[in-house]
């Protein structure tokens, strides 16, 4: 089965991948918001924080609901995940900026944009490597 082709369980797998990524995304917002309205804290360094404190929820449920089923050693699977989700957020936050500075479309269209595909990478390597189970 390619990366990209869903059977109906992987439907479901995805379905919860995206419920807990959206858990993880409030998370995310509404600390980097609050670090920065409450704290005084810079945008980029709230961003950061709001990434650190979502990635522990983001962890918890995708080992816990999503990727329970693959046997994956939490151990192995925190370190790999870590990893894809830095990747992501870096990932994110350079072809953001440099869609803002090159396109001429809505910087909401470019943002969804830009999110779709991180978060459907992130997807694809959560399940193929950071929870994959055995070795």
Not at 38 to 46: F, K, N, Q, S, V
Not at 96 to 125: D, F, K
């Amino acid at each position: 089965m390619s990366a990209i082709a869903f059977s109906w369980p992987d439907s479901r797998r995805l379905i919860r991948f995206v419920a807990v990524g959206g858990v993880a995304t409030l998370v995310h917002w509404g600390a980097a918001i609050a670090a920065g309205r409450l704290a005084g804290i810079a945008p980029l360094p709230a961003d950061v924080l709001g990434w650190v404190l979502s990635f522990g929820v983001s962890f918890a449920g995708q080992c816990g609901i999503t990727f329970r089923d693959q046997g994956a050693p939490v151990a192995r699977a925190a370190r790999r995940f870590f990893l894809v989700s830095l990747g992501g957020f870096t990932t994110n936050l350079l072809l953001y900026s440099a869609l803002l500075r090159l396109s001429p479309w809505p910087h909401e269209w470019l943002l969804a944009i830009v999110l779709g595909g991180v978060a459907l990478l992130s997807y694809v390597l959560s399940r193929r490597w950071a929870f994959q189970g055995g070795r």
